[in-house]
């Protein structure tokens, strides 16, 4: 499964920069939140408000796509008695920093099993050749699942220390210093593992959801995002060949609706990371060799079973390309 690794704010930027050169900077309002939306024959009217509750403007278009994240308010207009996110009881800690780099340079070590995991891999050049700007992120069982999520406004909060290095303590892995690793890093955030359960439809009329506010999905198999560009992609690709935008948002939905939801009940499996569950399931006390625990035949199985569902296996991404 090939893998493009690269931080989120870089990411952001290149899609900023390509918005502005095809559309113009004065097609980019910051600062404006949907307050509701209202449809009519012709088009969608969005109302916009700023931080303080004031209106600032009333767009018209032709379509309203929905693509403000896991607590989307489009969402919650369309499904108003859906509640809040699902949280399976597991804490998510992420940070990165300029690190030593290790193995080939490019390598990602996903280190772990079901009581916690440990993800590190290269996210851009270092300060020096031989260092990378190392990613890392640190999950962990923090409850078990039968409690709500964390209030939205703790989201994203900055991670502690001492909450944090108890469950780092338990990984040893040859090739980098986790601790030192961590410990050298000067913020870093946690989030809940949340996701929400498929939706039934997410066009309705000249309304449709994208992203996370269509598939809130747990963040495993570097997933979730890449979803979101895949629906963008397809959603474009409609919306140019259909004869009326209604039936655009109907074929979107149609071809990305079944795929995202089967990707959202497979990373609540642990998704391709699930492999790691799957030895230590047969083999909690270790193993000489893996080969006798899960050959590799069945470790191929479970990572290309969730590559080809998700898009990313090497003949799809050569297709697409
Ligand atoms: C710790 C962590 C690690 C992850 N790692 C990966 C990874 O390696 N690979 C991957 O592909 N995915 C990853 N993800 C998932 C990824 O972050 C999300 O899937 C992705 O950000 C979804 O993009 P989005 O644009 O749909 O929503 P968001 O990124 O949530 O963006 C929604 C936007 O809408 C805005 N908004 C919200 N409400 C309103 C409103 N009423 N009016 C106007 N604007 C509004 C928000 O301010 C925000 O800017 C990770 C997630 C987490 C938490």
Request: hydrophobic letters at 40%; one cysteine or more.
């Amino acid at each position: 499964m090939p893998q493009f690794s690269i931080h989120r704010g870089r990411l952001q930027a290149v899609i900023y920069q390509a918005v502005r050169a095809r559309l113009g900077e004065s097609r980019i309002h910051t600062g404006h939140r949907l307050g509701h939306f209202r449809e009519d024959e012709g088009g969608v009217s969005a109302y916009f408000f700023d931080r303080h509750g004031s209106h600032r403007t009333t767009a018209r278009g032709d379509v309203l796509v929905g693509a403000d994240g896991i607590h989307s308010l489009v969402r919650e207009t369309l499904y108003p008695s859906e509640g809040p996110a699902r949280w399976n009881g597991a804490m998510l800690w992420r940070g990165a920093v300029d690190w030593a780099s290790f193995l080939t340079g490019r390598s990602m070590v996903i280190a772990g099993g079901m009581a916690a995991k440990l993800v590190v891999y290269p996210i851009a050049e270092g300060t020096r050749p031989d260092r990378r700007l190392t990613n890392w992120a640190v999950v962990a069982r923090i409850s078990d699942g039968s409690t709500p999520p964390p209030n939205k406004e703790d989201w994203s909060r900055m991670g502690r220390f001492e909450e944090l290095m108890p469950h780092v303590q338990r990984f040893r892995i040859p090739y980098v210093n986790a601790q030192a690793l961590i410990e050298a890093t000067p913020e870093f955030w946690e989030y809940p593992m949340c996701d929400r359960d498929p939706l039934p439809r997410w066009s309705h009329g000249r309304v449709t959801l994208l992203g996370d506010a269509a598939h809130p999905m747990y963040p495993v198999g570097s997933n979730g995002a890449s979803q979101a560009i895949l629906d963008a992609r397809c959603l474009a690709d409609r919306l140019r060949s259909a004869e009326h935008v209604v039936h655009a948002l109907w074929m979107y939905e149609q071809e990305r609706l079944p795929m995202t939801a089967q990707i959202v009940r497979m990373n609540r499996k642990g998704g391709p990371e699930g492999v790691i569950d799957a030895v230590e399931a047969r083999a909690p006390d270790g193993f000489t060799s893996i080969d006798d625990v899960l050959s590799f035949e069945e470790r191929q199985a479970i990572v290309r079973g969730y590559a080809s569902t998700a898009g990313f296996a090497r003949e799809q991404v050569n297709k697409a390309a």
